[in-house]
């Protein structure tokens, strides 16, 4: 019996769209650059260096946060593999797993505070899953996960 | 398919033990890192504690008993930088760590390797700030708000200082630019901004106060540094500068700070009061307008710290005025508070307590606020007790037991633990009373006109400076309760379940925490997944 092979696509959430982040920082810059622009007119010009170096801080901080709309990892269960593909902005990366052999892990963290980690595993490799997502997002992935390859799992046939 | 398969399947039994100091050293969680700023601001709450009990000690009776004039200033220079750097600032940014991701649906801060970095830049400043104590010619004593001339006089601990300063100005910097980039970019989908709990939106507001002033306070340390070192003379009349012109630079930045100490406070006591009330909040948009135009205010009073000065008639009525402004909105959060108790049914667990004590008493030193913003009553009330015992009701009956009243909230969802009630009533109890013992009568005392930051006075204060100190011993002691009923409810406790609070609403209350990974019976809903997971 042929299977549709299953494709989940998971991605971080990004509540900010880019114009949204110009915007932020355009307004955080007003008050920096304001009051250290006027003071600096009346020669007390330290302040404008301390401004602008936040605000470069503040540019960095948006930017990299803002990556993460770039990020994503798309599951794919066919019937003889399951493979994994990760993009970020620059490059994806696949990672190929025989159906039989993979497992679903879902990690226990270290400490009790920390998030737990998903993973899937073959042969010594693994590939970690959904870091970007909440804690109950991840379980419920995993548990998605574990009954879809759980079911061919229990495939071989006799003939 | 068989469930237990998929269970088993899913489940991994090897444990990892948490590697001792490299989990604090390299946090990145940001539980882990709000839990460190939380024991660094105890930590220091208590040597600002030691510093403040020293100086009531002294005060006890007129004339000199214990220390000398110079030290005594020293005290009293850093209980307020450590109790405003290192106890209330701190204490927020940790609430923050661990509630806002919790509060708007996101898995962790935005940036976490800059969270860790903005939390140990603290102890090094601390450090360096109480170390300033054991270098010749002893910690600084020109007032924490290092006034020219006075404070270049400091010895060898001025570099010290302006450098622990810039130490605590950075981390707080850094600090509020992660809370601002994990609000706006890091809310779950549905977490529209007008559907954010109030403790989030208090604390974006406060971001932007952060970022808005911090570098006006780091340009103005700089300066002094030039002033003593380099032969500037930003700030020396005899080179051309002006003094006074640090006191405008600085409030520009001290006043926003000071709203940067009391708005989170508003946003806790927004959350806790319905809560024990059990019924929503009243007037939602009306509480985040009301804090945003207070943020806005803060901008345009800073001169009311220094009407004595000297400044335009003018000038002084503007600063009189707008000042007397910040009271309307503020009005208008304690009538909403007041407005969502009303008709509702409540229950006095601690941190309802320690809310209602900050509405009562934080009002007190609203009041007292707009004493001192009256421009021909400040000239009588400036530099005298009666300004202390304004800003202490503002800092801790505001501040202080705003903080603890977000411990007892939260407390059961951290440690998965109940505390113990009948102790935390105690605590409340004890520290309610004391606080007015320690700081109502500093009211008469200034209006009596007993001047700020003397370690000797006239005979006729002495009566109440008796009173005043015995409660702030009975404060003190009071506070020691505090961890030890926290480490009692780390350790053991009646489980608290996910919604420790029965009228408690939230996202952070749906979450079980600490996560228990054997009770992993119920699948989780898919809606649930669908908002992240499924695509
Ligand atoms: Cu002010």
Redesign the pocket.
Same mark, same amino acid.
């Given at each position: 019996m042929d299977v549709a092979p299953l494709s989940i696509e998971i991605r971080p959430n990004c509540s900010l769209t880019v114009r949204g982040a110009r915007l932020l920082f355009a307004s955080a810059c007003v008050m920096p650059f304001g009051m250290g622009g006027f003071l600096a007119l009346k020669g007390f010009w330290p302040i404008l260096p301390f401004a602008g170096l936040e605000m470069l801080l503040l540019a960095w901080a948006l930017k990299v946060s803002l990556e993460r709309r770039f990020h994503s990892q798309t599951i794919t269960v066919t019937e003889s593999n399951v493979s994994v593909e990760s993009r970020q902005r620059l490059g994806t990366e696949r990672v190929v797993f025989p159906r039989h052999w993979a497992q679903v892990k879902l990690r226990r963290p270290a400490a009790s505070l920390h998030p737990s980690r998903l993973t899937i595993e073959s042969h010594g490799r693994q590939c970690e899953l959904g870091s970007f997502l909440t804690e109950e997002e991840r379980r419920g992935l995993a548990r998605r996960l574990a009954r879809a390859i759980g079911r061919v799992n229990e495939s071989p046939s006799w003939p | 398919m068989a469930e237990p398969h998929a269970h088993a399947a899913a489940h991994d039994d090897h444990d990892h033990k948490p590697h001792g100091w490299r989990r604090w050293v390299f946090a990145t969680n940001h539980k882990d890192i709000g839990t460190m700023y939380l024991v660094l601001s105890c930590t220091m709450f208590f040597i600002g504690g030691i510093a403040a009990e020293c100086i009531r000690l002294e005060l006890f009776r007129p004339g000199l008993q214990f220390f000398d004039p110079q030290f005594f200033n020293s005290l009293t220079t850093m209980h307020g930088l450590i109790m405003i750097f290192g106890a209330i600032m701190p204490a927020f940014v940790g609430l923050a760590n661990w509630m806002v991701p919790m509060q708007v649906g996101a898995p962790d801060m935005a940036l976490p390797r800059l969270n860790n970095f903005s939390f140990w830049i603290l102890p090094f400043a601390f450090t360096l700030l109480i170390g300033s104590f054991f270098v010749p010619g002893g910690a600084p004593a020109g007032g924490w708000t290092m006034y020219p001339p006075l404070i270049l006089q400091t010895g060898a601990a001025f570099p010290m200082l302006i450098f622990s300063v810039h130490l605590m100005g950075m981390s707080s910097i850094l600090g509020a630019i992660n809370v601002i980039v994990t609000i706006m970019n890091m809310r779950a989908p549905g977490m529209t901004l007008l559907r954010m709990p109030l403790f989030v939106w208090s604390w974006l507001i406060t971001a932007y106060l952060l970022i808005a002033v911090m570098p006006v306070l780091a340009g103005a340390v700089t300066m002094l540094l030039t002033d003593h070192f380099f032969g500037t003379t930003f700030f020396t009349a005899a080179g051309g500068g002006d003094p006074v012109m640090f006191q405008h630079i600085f %409030?520009f930045f001290? $006043?926003p700070e @000071?709203y940067i100490m009391i708005l989170p406070a508003f946003g806790i006591i927004s959350e806790i009061i319905p809560t024990f009330s059990r019924k929503p909040l009243f007037g939602y948009e009306a509480m985040v307008y009301a804090v945003a135009s207070i943020a806005f205010l803060?901008f345009i @009073? %800073?001169a $009311? $710290?220094m009407f004595t000065v000297g400044m335009p008639l003018a000038a002084q009525l503007f600063f009189m005025l707008s000042?007397m402004l910040i009271a309307i909105p503020t009005g208008v959060k304690v009538f909403n508070w007041t407005a969502t108790m009303w008709k509702g049914s409540l229950s006095f667990e601690p941190p309802m307590l320690f809310a209602l004590a900050f509405l009562f008493l934080f009002s007190i030193g609203g009041f007292s606020g707009l004493m001192l913003a009256m421009v021909p009553a400040d000239y009588q009330y400036q530099d005298t007790y009666f300004v202390f015992a304004h800003f202490h009701y503002v800092l801790v009956t505001g501040a202080l037991f705003s903080i603890i009243a977000a411990v007892y909230y939260w407390l059961p969802k951290w440690t998965g633990h109940m505390y113990d009630m009948k102790l935390g009533t105690w605590h409340f109890w004890l520290s309610a009373i004391f606080v007015n013992v320690l700081f109502f009568p500093q009211h008469f005392l200034g209006l009596a006109g007993m001047p700020r930051r003397i370690p000797d006075y006239a005979v006729q204060f002495t009566d109440w400076n008796m009173v005043s100190s015995i409660g702030a011993f009975g404060f003190g002691l009071s506070q020691l309760l505090f961890p030890y009923l926290i480490i009692k409810c780390i350790r053991a406790g009646r489980a608290a379940g996910n919604r420790a609070w029965e009228g408690a609403h939230g996202l952070e209350w749906e979450l079980p925490s600490p996560p228990p990974f054997h009770s992993w019976t119920t699948p989780p809903s898919d809606a649930v997944i669908a908002r992240g997971a499924a695509h």
């Open positions: - | %409030w001290g $006043h @000071v803060s @009073v %800073w $009311h $710290h000042t």
